[in-house]
Every structure is written in structure tokens, then in C-alpha cells.
């Protein structure tokens, strides 16, 4: 086996990534091609190595600069049990937005206190689970929540801690559905037009609720720094004056999270430690310009937790040439397992995971097999040419994908195993046609 670096796309690979004598791509210890034969594709293959690494280097890179963070993995980019496990043992909080997520959480007995509960239209039923379960912090998007909210808390007898999620109209410079900072967005409550204000002034009024902090969140995945700073500086500005006014005191502020990843080689994302010296250094900043106290700082990675840590594999089926225009290769997955290609336009790169040092002298039109022309998962890869049978590896696989899988054309959702030192383990079994088929009521009553 050769090293990692050697490999072509090592870049967006994950770290323990490397090539057999026989040119296959090794993921974990384990081969690639030897995976998608004993567990079929489409195939979510996670590292373990690279999942608690990016675990580790988050934590450790904002904790060195700033002894009070918190970093909270933002479950909706994927969760799984085995994942809420091992999130758990690395000390990490928690960011969840449905009832789904919290009982997985749960089940798993993900400790209440580092939890925190996001989402723009919880549902009261949802903020009952989540006081059932003692979730450490509800973040409030709007006024209507934070009256449900405090109805319930109050109608319990308890207080609720609760952090306000501000819109503080800033653009992040991302796809405009990824957007969550402007004014034009669902998300907060919006800062500038003095609704914030008038939200903190409730909030503190309100018997079931202890707010204890502000929160925003730019959107996804934010590769500049400056938006990161801008928030920070506004954030704090804002609650200097809610301190003069209302006496106010934030003891947990919460730049959100949104950090970027290289999906191909030609991408460059910033380090953790680069977005931690940024929100670090700007937060030390804004605490002596506006005389705070030192709050809190929590940080919500979800996608640089795990998108490199996860490779997808598939295998390649029909294809067809339209002389002069382009070529389409066909595999067995696409927008029902990954569809931030048609969504988002999101780029990715690929190799052949049993071919891995061919030349890559074509370039093709990779495409899944759902019944939608948008069903296109990579544009225009550089890639040896392709036969049926082949395996093809996407790498950057882990976020938003098998989290965002879908049942359409009732086809199965993927395996997803984690492999560590030789050994792979299946942590979500393939779906089954009985599956598919269980929530369905048939006869009828
Ligand atoms: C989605 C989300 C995150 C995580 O975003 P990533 O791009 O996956 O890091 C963090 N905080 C909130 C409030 C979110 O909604």
C-alpha cells in the first residue's frame, strides 16, 4: 500500500486513504472494491480516523485560543447512532432541529446539557420532547416560538434557558439556498429592523424563559473569514446595548457554523484553525471595545465534521455517447442518496476505486439513475475511460448526503459503514423493498 499523498484527490480524500499494488483505492485498511461487493452499492464508506480527527481539531482550535468554547456537531448534516456514539466520546455538544434527531440523540443518551435545539417552526409537541428529555439550551428563532415556549415551560414550573437567533443582516457569499444571515432569509429574528430588540425585551420578561445568550448562523459553507468577523462585531455591539438598556448579560454567544470543506482539488477551505483565530481574536476584540464580560463561545460545525471523513462508492452501469456534444456514464445512485449536485449545483470530483492509477483522459458526464435530467451528479469529472462494472469512488461524501436521502422512484436508501484499521462496520443497513413498503397502509380499512 503507498501513502496517502501518493493517491490521486488525497486532498479531499480521507486520511488513511491509499492504493493496493493492484491500483485499489483503500479506505480505513480496508479495499474499496473488496466494500462495494460485500455490502453492495451505492455505498457510504466513513473513516473513523478522519471523523474524530476533525472532531479533535475543531475542539482543539478553538479551546487553545479561547478556554470557554463549546463545539457542538450540527447533527442534521448526518446522524446515526454509532455517529451520535462516538460524538458523544469525543466530548462534544450537540445541535439538533427535529424531534427525529433528538430521539436518536437520545437513544443513544446523548447528555441533555450539551444539547441545543434549533429550527425556525418547532413544533409544540417537539419543545415538549425536547423539555421531556431536559435539552440544555432551546435556540428561539421568533416571537411566536418564544411564547409557545414559555407557555409550556411556565405551565411545568420551570425556566427554560434559551439562547435568541438573531438575523443580522449579513451575506456569507454562499449559494443563495445555503444563505441563513440576510434579511430576505426564514431564519432569526432580524437585528436591524429592531425586532431583535424588542424580542430580548420579552424574552427577559418572560417567566418560563432564562435567556442566556445570542446566536446566528451566516449560512453554508462560508469559505471568507470577514462575514465570520462582521457577525461576531455585530453580535456584540448589539448586546453592549441591550446591557446599557435592558441590562442584559450574554454569557453564551454563538457565531453558528457554516465552515467550509474542499469537495475538489482545485477548492481551498480554511483551516479550523484559521476560522478559530478569526471568531477568536474578533470576539477579544468586541469584548474590550464594548466592555463586556467574557461569554461563552459555542461553535456548530456540521459539514467540516464529517463531509471529508466519507466516500461514496458506486458502480458504474449504461452509457452514451452523443458524438461532438458529450458522454454520460450512468451509475447505480445519485439525487435519491447525494442530491447537493441538482440542489445546490455542488461540485465534486470522483476516481475508479479499482483503477485508481489509469490516466484520467476523458471527461464525462457522471449521472445517477433517477428519473430526472437534473439527476447529474458530476458535470464534467476527469476520469479514465469507464466500462460497466467499475467502481467509482466520490470522496467528500459525508455531509448532506445520505442525511438528505430520499425514497424517490421507491428505490432503496444505501449502506453506510465505518471502517477503522482493516475492519469495516455496518453502521446503517441497505433498505429493503419491505422498507419501502412499511409505513404504506394496504389494504384499506
Ligand atoms: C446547519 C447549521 C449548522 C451547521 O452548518 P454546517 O455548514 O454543516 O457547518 C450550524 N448551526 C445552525 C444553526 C445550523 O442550522
Same mark, same amino acid.
Given at each position: 500500500?503507498?501513502?496517502?499523498?501518493?493517491?490521486?484527490?488525497?486532498? %479531499?480524500?480521507?486520511?488513511?486513504?491509499?492504493?493496493?499494488?493492484?491500483?485499489?483505492?483503500?479506505?480505513?485498511?480496508?479495499?474499496?472494491?473488496?466494500?462495494?461487493?460485500?455490502?453492495?452499492?451505492?455505498?457510504?464508506?466513513?473513516?473513523?480516523?478522519?471523523?474524530?480527527?476533525?472532531?479533535?481539531?475543531?475542539?482543539?482550535?478553538?479551546?487553545?485560543?479561547?478556554?470557554?468554547?463549546?463545539?457542538?456537531?450540527?447533527?442534521?448534516?448526518?446522524?446515526?447512532?454509532?455517529?451520535?456514539?462516538?460524538?458523544?466520546?469525543?466530548?462534544?455538544?450537540?445541535?439538533?432541529?427535529?424531534?427525529?434527531?433528538?430521539?436518536?440523540?437520545?437513544?443513544?443518551?446523548?447528555?441533555?446539557?450539551?444539547?441545543?435545539?434549533?429550527?425556525?417552526?418547532?413544533?409544540?409537541?417537539?419543545?415538549?420532547?425536547?423539555?421531556?428529555?431536559?435539552?440544555?439550551?432551546?435556540?428561539?428563532?421568533?416571537?411566536?416560538?418564544?411564547?409557545?415556549?414559555?407557555?409550556?415551560?411556565?405551565?411545568?414550573?420551570?425556566?427554560? +434557558?434559551?439562547?435568541?437567533?438573531?438575523?443580522?443582516?449579513?451575506?456569507?457569499?454562499?449559494?443563495? +439556498?445555503?444563505?441563513?444571515?440576510?434579511?430576505?432569509?426564514?431564519?432569526?429574528?432580524?437585528?436591524?429592523?429592531?425586532?431583535?430588540?424588542?424580542?430580548?425585551?420579552?424574552?427577559?420578561?418572560?417567566?418560563?424563559?432564562?435567556?442566556?445568550?445570542?446566536?446566528?448562523?451566516?449560512?453554508?459553507?462560508?469559505?471568507?473569514?470577514?462575514?465570520?468577523? &462582521?457577525?461576531?462585531?455585530? %453580535?456584540?455591539?448589539?448586546?453592549?446595548?441591550?446591557?446599557?438598556?435592558?441590562?442584559?448579560?450574554?454569557?453564551?454567544?454563538?457565531?453558528?457554523?457554516?465552515?467550509?470543506?474542499?469537495?475538489?482539488?482545485?477548492?481551498?477551505?480554511? &483551516?479550523?484553525?484559521?476560522?478559530?483565530?478569526?471568531?477568536?481574536?474578533?470576539?477579544?476584540?468586541?469584548?474590550?471595545?464594548?466592555?463586556?464580560?467574557?461569554?461563552?463561545?459555542?461553535?456548530?460545525?456540521?459539514?467540516?465534521?464529517?463531509?471529508?471523513?466519507?466516500?461514496?462508492?458506486?458502480?458504474?452501469?449504461?452509457? +452514451? &455517447?452523443?458524438?461532438?456534444?458529450?458522454?454520460?456514464?450512468?451509475?447505480?445512485?445519485?439525487?435519491?442518496?447525494?442530491?447537493?449536485?441538482?440542489?445546490?449545483?455542488?461540485?465534486?470530483?470522483?476516481?475508479?476505486?479499482?483503477?485508481?492509477?489509469?490516466?484520467?483522459?476523458?471527461?464525462?458526464?457522471?449521472?445517477? +439513475?433517477?428519473?430526472?435530467?437534473?439527476? %447529474?451528479?458530476?458535470?464534467?469529472?476527469?476520469?479514465?475511460?469507464?466500462?460497466?462494472?467499475?467502481?467509482?469512488?466520490?470522496?467528500?461524501?459525508?455531509?448532506?448526503? %445520505?442525511?438528505?436521502?430520499?425514497?424517490?422512484?421507491?428505490?432503496?436508501?444505501?449502506?453506510?459503514?465505518?471502517?477503522?484499521?482493516?475492519?469495516?462496520?455496518?453502521?446503517?443497513?441497505?433498505?429493503?423493498?419491505?422498507?419501502?413498503?412499511?409505513?404504506?397502509?394496504?389494504?384499506?380499512?
Amino acid at each position: 500500500m503507498v501513502r496517502a499523498t501518493e493517491v490521486p484527490l488525497a486532498d %479531499v480524500l480521507p486520511v488513511t486513504a491509499g492504493v493496493t499494488e493492484g491500483g485499489h483505492l483503500t479506505l480505513g485498511g480496508c479495499d474499496a472494491v473488496e466494500l462495494a461487493g460485500e455490502f453492495g452499492t451505492p455505498l457510504y464508506v466513513f473513516d473513523e480516523e478522519t471523523l474524530r480527527g476533525q472532531c479533535r481539531a475543531f475542539q482543539e482550535a478553538f479551546q487553545s485560543r479561547y478556554h470557554n468554547s463549546v463545539v457542538a456537531y450540527a447533527a442534521k448534516a448526518y446522524l446515526g447512532r454509532a455517529l451520535g456514539g462516538i460524538i458523544v466520546q469525543e466530548g462534544m455538544s450537540l445541535d439538533v432541529v427535529s424531534g427525529g434527531e433528538l430521539a436518536v440523540a437520545a437513544s443513544v443518551n446523548f447528555p441533555a446539557e450539551r444539547m441545543y435545539f434549533h429550527g425556525n417552526n418547532k413544533s409544540e409537541q417537539e419543545l415538549r420532547e425536547a423539555l421531556d428529555y431536559g435539552v440544555g439550551r432551546i435556540v428561539v428563532d421568533n416571537f411566536h416560538e418564544l411564547h409557545l415556549l414559555n407557555g409550556i415551560a411556565q405551565g411545568r414550573g420551570m425556566r427554560q +434557558k434559551v439562547l435568541l437567533r438573531l438575523s443580522p443582516g449579513i451575506d456569507p457569499h454562499t449559494h443563495v +439556498k445555503t444563505t441563513t444571515g440576510t434579511l430576505e432569509n426564514k431564519f432569526g429574528i432580524p437585528l436591524p429592523t429592531g425586532q431583535a430588540e424588542a424580542a430580548l425585551r420579552q424574552a427577559l420578561e418572560m417567566p418560563g424563559l432564562e435567556l442566556v445568550g445570542l446566536h446566528v448562523h451566516l449560512g453554508s459553507p462560508v469559505f471568507e473569514l470577514e462575514p465570520y468577523s &462582521e457577525a461576531v462585531d455585530t %453580535v456584540l455591539e448589539f448586546a453592549s446595548k441591550m446591557r446599557k438598556q435592558h441590562g442584559f448579560e450574554m454569557a453564551e454567544f454563538s457565531p453558528g457554523g457554516g465552515f467550509a470543506v474542499a469537495y475538489t482539488p482545485e477548492q481551498s477551505a480554511p &483551516e479550523p484553525a484559521v476560522y478559530a483565530e478569526t471568531i477568536t481574536s474578533t470576539l477579544r476584540g468586541s469584548l474590550w471595545r464594548y466592555e463586556l464580560a467574557a461569554p461563552q463561545l459555542i461553535v456548530e460545525p456540521g459539514r467540516a465534521i464529517v463531509a471529508r471523513a466519507a466516500v461514496a462508492l458506486y458502480t458504474v452501469g449504461s452509457s +452514451k &455517447e452523443v458524438p461532438g456534444v458529450k458522454t454520460f456514464v450512468s451509475v447505480d445512485g445519485g439525487m435519491g442518496d447525494n442530491v447537493r449536485p441538482a440542489l445546490y449545483e455542488s461540485r465534486y470530483s470522483a476516481l475508479v476505486a479499482n483503477r485508481v492509477n489509469d490516466e484520467r483522459r476523458e471527461t464525462l458526464t457522471i449521472a445517477g +439513475k433517477y428519473c430526472e435530467s437534473g439527476d %447529474v451528479l458530476l458535470p464534467d469529472a476527469e476520469l479514465p475511460p469507464l466500462d460497466a462494472g467499475d467502481i467509482l469512488a466520490m470522496p467528500a461524501a459525508g455531509a448532506y448526503a %445520505v442525511a438528505m436521502a430520499s425514497n424517490y422512484n421507491l428505490s432503496l436508501r444505501p449502506a453506510v459503514v465505518l471502517v477503522k484499521d482493516g475492519q469495516a462496520k455496518l453502521m446503517r443497513r441497505r433498505e429493503t423493498y419491505d422498507d419501502v413498503m412499511r409505513a404504506d397502509v394496504w389494504p384499506l380499512e
